[in-house]
């Protein structure tokens, strides 16, 4: 059955329109005007189902002319077809022009007769039904652009046919777009790619050819130009942002200089697209071009990738070891295994050229594995020629800890070389747990269950919390001193380093610095109290025979030169009582040393120097004996000679004593340290006093130290317990707190509630990290505010927060708090405001839970019911109730409609998306599947029915249905279509029937 075609007659005689309508009347339904006014009232209201006007120019109140202009000026009325009706008389050349340039298709005179009308009028339609057919292949159906395989055709031809012509590819892309349709909504999202594509048009159509080639990227093919700059596309950005000032959309610019015709013109499009890339994310720069460079960066890409597996199995991957040092005795005490590809063509490819790569495809586990394996060997090697073991630590990636047999490869791995997991340190760097921490987490766990070292790398260089620190499973922190690299800069880096070693040992983490060059690193690490250390000031990365020469030269001459330092001390050491604490003497002339002796002898051993390099040695060696340091300050002796004495003694807590025969030197003897002074010549009975009260000062002074230690290790605790952006607990405090009441209670009432902010990540992505982090502390002082009955309040990772309140709640005044938290938080912040959602989930003690986990586990199964039920944001966990099952489970559950003889399809309510569509609606609509999945259900079959709701976002899911017969515009199919609204799996779904009419079943039947 043939769907009937409308006309529209617009002409002010109506002796014509009545003519007009009993010619066309046996094959159209017939509306008339009267005026152009009248016909635009009736276009209006009806535009979707006119085939075609016919038009008389001269009418009063709006003539012909000013009706065609209204018509071109409206996106959806330039589609219908004109035809110019006139008298007897004919159009001169002026008038048809004018009427030309408003799109009319043909020209009809009254007075040729009823078989000619009938004639041209279907030839009209059917030409434009033609061209709507051509326009669906050849352009966006969205913006009215070329597609994607049209615009390549058509370029490729404009290419070829003017070969003497230069051309560029211009592509520009909306970065971050798949956010506005996540925070603003598809249709928004739909909007601005209209938007962009009329400024595309508008800007390069008159010398070009424009298309959509995917997403929100467009193409443009244009004539050469020699030279573009920012300015030139500046006023796209502009136009952009007046577009909607809440989306802060960038949108940018990639060319790419035909130099190769014979180039497909989709590589012309990556490569414009790979200029663009390389802007992405850089504050004011809208245009870049394709290079050498960026050519030259694939082609290496291209290289490795090709040549990584053959690298492997030759061996060309060589293993280098970079020593770490003891601080206390500056001995090797391990080694970090690092990598380099040794090519037979090209030397030396270093990490950073391929690590990035290896990460993305996944062959970093092979790599990782590789290093591993051949430390292993090294250390059995060496065990075996009669040496102590250095373990090794080796980088292991995110890839290698979600690997499920982790566990079993390394511990196959030992065995293989008789070795233990005591031998192998696992270094996992730090942005590692910030990505599915959980899963990270968990697998580090059984790791050092195993007896694995575990060590976190670039600790300083991200983006981790200190109080993530409680929460990770390692034992050792690797700082990175490029985080206080400049201390003269950066002075106050220095206090948060002093911070974060003192809480690494508050906890039982080890510290090793690496990235150490300099010796006042080494020296501030020193007297911050830092373990070990690892950088170039010590050793470069060194190949395997390099470094175990190292071993040999630092660890051996080390034993040697101590045991030359106690034979050389001892000569000048006199020892009266070797069970007291020492009393070093610095007095190179042993003019009053008799004098000290006779003073002292019964307190202390007295140990004497006579050269700075003695005292220097003896003080590293001997400084935990050292009871006090008397320091003669002789002519020769610099003020650079005090400040370097002064320095050991205030590294290592020794009191200093200066003896002076002038005053030249006191004050700054004083300056640097030293706390009390003696003048030559002295009276033995006041030395006794001098030192005695020196040391009083001294311990009075370690006292004030150590209650400033113990406040600050309190104020750690205090910072151990408590998240560090919103000030609530964190995950490891609440846990705590909540099995202290489970232990100390004998009645488990109470309520457990999770809190997840909606779309949080879109939020931190679109607006940035600094807004996400007040949007944080924002929830979290509501939630104080409104939760005023208890301290149970924790930010427990990233949007989720728990709520624990120790007794029962009346749960209608629960749900009044639940719904200030769950429904249209609004924040305003300045500039910017936005309206925020949460869900919650709710779990009751002890009717489903008696400790902390199955509070929690419960509670997260509410949470996630809730997420997918967008009726109501919160929900109280109940006996029986499961979590919403994944998509693979949703597709198995669709899997029966596959063999349904009607057409079926079903609509995610939530983003309105199309998530299952059998064959058979496909070939009613004269779709493929692919084009149809993940697409929009109203760009789809919203032209079926203009008042249908496809989202059903405000009906009651329990009750509601709609059902009608309409035509599938284009395809000339009457169907029944059947809605129901329902909800599987969690998810609000709509499912849609589509029944063809038995007549045109027939039909196909029989054909």
């Known amino acids: 059955m043939s769907l009937t075609k409308t006309v529209l007659i617009v002409d002010d005689n109506k002796v014509n329109r009545q003519m007009l309508s009993l010619i066309l009347g046996s094959q159209y339904e017939i509306l008339e005007a009267e005026n152009g006014e009248a016909a635009l009232e009736v276009l209006q209201n009806s535009y979707a189902g006119i085939s075609v006007i016919l038009l008389d120019l001269v009418m009063p109140i709006m003539n012909g002319y000013e009706l065609l202009a209204e018509i071109h000026r409206d996106a959806f009325l330039r589609n219908i077809p004109v035809v110019v009706i006139s008298q007897n008389e004919v159009l001169d050349a002026t008038a048809k022009a004018k009427a030309l340039s408003y799109g009319v298709q043909d020209f009809i005179q009254m007075a040729c007769g009823p078989d000619e009308i009938k004639r041209r009028v279907e030839n009209t339609v059917l030409l434009k039904k033609t061209a709507n057919i051509l326009d669906l292949v050849q352009r966006d159906t969205l913006t009215g652009l070329y597609s994607k395989k049209h615009f390549y055709s058509l370029a490729e031809k404009t290419i070829k046919q003017n070969p003497e012509q230069e051309y560029d590819i211009i592509c520009c892309d909306i970065e971050r777009f798949k956010l506005v349709n996540e925070l603003f909504g598809f249709s928004e999202g739909d909007a601005l790619l209209k938007y962009v594509a009329l400024m595309i048009r508008d800007k390069f159509q008159r010398g070009g050819i424009c298309g959509r080639i995917g997403g929100d990227i467009f193409a443009v093919l244009v004539e050469h130009r020699e030279e573009y700059n920012e300015n030139d596309f500046f006023d796209c950005v502009e136009y952009i942002n007046r577009f909607n000032e809440n989306l802060h959309s960038v949108i940018k610019f990639g060319v790419y200089t035909i130099d190769d015709a014979t180039l497909p013109v989709s590589i012309m499009c990556a490569r414009a697209c790979l200029a663009l890339e390389s802007i992405k994310g850089k504050y004011a720069s809208y245009l870049a071009f394709y290079k050498d460079d960026i050519r030259q960066k694939l082609l290496d890409e291209q290289f490795i990738l090709s040549n990584m597996k053959t690298a492997l199995n030759n061996r060309e991957f060589v293993v280098y070891f970079q020593p770490k040092y003891d601080l206390m005795n500056e001995k090797i005490c391990s080694a970090e295994a690092l990598v380099r590809w040794m090519h037979p063509e090209k ?35 060496w065990m075996d020629r009669g040496n102590p073991a250095i373990p090794v630590s080796v980088n292991m990636s995110r890839a290698d800890i979600y690997n499920p047999n982790i566990d079993s490869i390394l511990l196959s791995l030992l065995e293989k070389y008789g070795l233990t997991p005591s031998h192998i340190f696992i270094e996992i760097t730090e942005s590692a747990y910030t990505e599915n921490s959980e899963q990270i987490i968990n697998g580090i766990k059984q790791l050092k269950e195993l007896g694995f070292t575990i060590e976190m790398d670039d600790f300083g260089s991200g983006y981790s919390s200190l109080n993530m620190l409680s929460e990770l499973p390692i034992d050792v922190l690797k700082l990175d001193m490029r985080f206080v690299q400049d201390q003269e800069k950066f002075r106050d880096k220095r206090s948060v380093m002093s911070f974060v070693i003192s809480l690494a040992k508050w906890m039982n983490l080890k510290v090793i610095a690496e990235g150490v060059e300099t010796e006042e690193q080494v020296n501030l690490l020193k007297i911050l109290g830092c373990h070990s250390v690892q950088g170039y000031f010590f050793s470069k990365p060194l190949p395997l025979h390099s470094f175990e020469e190292l071993i040999n030269e630092v660890n051996l001459s080390l034993i040697d030169s ?29 003019e009053d040393f008799e004098r000290f002796q006779s003073v002292f002898a019964h307190k202390y051993a007295l140990l004497q120097v006579k050269t700075l390099p003695e005292l220097h040695d003896i003080l590293k060696e001997e400084k935990s004996n050292i009871a006090i340091l008397i320091f003669s300050v002789a002519n020769d002796v610099t003020e650079e000679d005090l400040h370097e004495i002064s320095y050991l003694t205030k590294q290592f807590d020794i009191p200093m004593i200066t003896i002076h025969e002038t005053t030249e030197l006191v004050a700054k003897a004083v300056s640097f340290g030293a706390l009390d002074c003696i003048f030559k010549p002295y009276l033995s009975e006041t030395l006794d006093n001098t030192v005695n009260n020196t040391l009083c000062r001294m311990q009075t002074s370690q006292f004030q130290k150590e209650v400033q230690f113990n406040d600050a290790i309190a104020e750690m605790k205090k910072r151990a317990e408590v998240d560090f952006l919103s000030g609530l607990l964190n995950r490891s405090e609440l846990k705590i707190r909540i099995q202290d009441f489970f232990n100390h209670n004998q009645e488990f009432t109470g309520v457990f509630i999770l809190i997840d902010i909606d779309h949080f990540k879109s939020i931190n992505i679109a607006l940035g990290y600094g807004m996400g982090d007040k949007v944080l502390c924002a929830v979290g002082e509501m939630l ?224």
């Open 347 to 381: 030397g030396m490819i270093t990490p950073n050229r391929f690590i990035k790569i290896f990460e993305d495809n996944g062959f970093i586990t092979e790599l990782d594995l590789y290093v591993l394996e051949e430390s292993c060997r090294w250390i059995r090697s």
């Open 784 to 1007: 104080e505010s409104i939760f005023e009955e208890t301290n149970f309040i924790s930010r427990m990772d990233g949007d989720l927060f728990a709520i624990f309140i120790p007794f029962r709640v009346e749960q209608e005044i629960l749900e009044q708090k639940l719904e200030k938290i769950c429904h249209a938080i609004a924040y305003d912040n300045a500039n910017l405001k936005l309206s925020l959602t949460c869900s919650a989930g709710v779990c009751f003690s002890p009717e489903h839970a008696t400790n902390y986990e199955e509070l929690y586990s419960n509670a997260e199964i509410a949470l996630l019911n809730a997420r997918v039920n967008r009726k109501k944001r919160f929900l109280f966990y109940d006996k029986g109730m499961k979590a919403p099952l994944n998509e693979e489970h949703q597709q198995q559950t669709f899997m029966f409609l596959d063999d349904v003889s009607d057409g079926v399809f079903i609509c995610d309510t939530l983003n309105g998306e199309i998530i299952y569509i059998n064959d058979t609606a496909c070939r009613l609509i004269d779709k493929s599947r692919e084009s149809c999945i993940g697409a929009s259900c109203s760009a789809i079959f919203g032209e079926m029915n203009q008042n249908f709701d496809f989202a059903f976002q405000n009906m009651d899911f329990s009750d509601s249905s709609y059902e009608e017969d309409k035509y599938i515009k284009g395809a000339d199919v009457k169907v029944h279509l059947k809605a129901k609204p329902t909800i599987l799996n969690g998810k609000r779904l709509i499912i849609y029937y589509l029944q063809e009419s038995e007549a045109h079943a027939a039909i196909n039947h029989c054909q």
């Open 562 to 590: 101590e045991a030359e330092l106690i034979a050389t001390s001892n000569e000048n050491i006199l020892k009266l009582d070797i069970e007291n604490k020492y009393m070093l003497i610095f007095d190179p002339n042993s």
